[in-house]
């Protein structure tokens, strides 16, 4: 898991070259990945975006403890592929939290406390990059 990575239109643009370097694999079925409950108990999805064919994105929230977590679900685990989870403070000029490597089923889990803040998030399955900028303030 790295961490503070800087996000920039740069960085999402060596992410999708490296991908498309990647060997890609197509799923078989066109059905969304479902939140697999990685971040663990008293985490509920409160938003999430559809990474074309390749998974979901999704970002939890615990209200007993402030916490978001990220995390990206292939919707058919295979072969490594590049995937990608990041949180941030809204506005930061780095992910506070990302992880991003080669991963066969999901990306994540990565936490960030951000009670009374709106967050940025993001996940991405080889060159399908989604999420949230400046979103659930609270």
């Known amino acids: 898991m790295r961490t503070s990575t800087k996000r920039t239109a ?12 990647a060997a890609t694999t197509v799923p078989t079925a ?3 990945a479902g939140y697999n409950g990685v971040c663990g108990s008293g985490y509920t999805v409160v ?11 999704y970002l939890t929230y615990n209200s007993s403890n402030g916490n978001n977590c990220v995390v990206t679900v292939r919707n058919s685990p ?4 590049l995937m ?8 930061a000029s780095t992910w506070t939290k990302l992880d991003e490597d ?3 089923s999901y990306a994540g889990p990565v936490y960030l406390h951000a009670e009374h803040s709106c967050i940025d998030w993001e996940g991405g399955i080889e060159n399908n990059v989604s999420g949230g900028f400046h979103t659930h303030c609270g």
């Open 10 to 21: 740069a960085r999402l643009g060596t992410l999708a070259l490296v991908a498309g370097a």
């Open 30 to 32: 066109a059905q969304a």
């Open 47 to 57: 938003d999430h975006r559809d990474l074309n064919l390749g998974g979901t994105v």
């Open 78 to 81: 295979g072969q490594p592929i």
């Open 84 to 91: 990608l989870a990041g949180l941030s403070l809204a506005g």
């Open 102 to 104: 080669y991963y066969r």
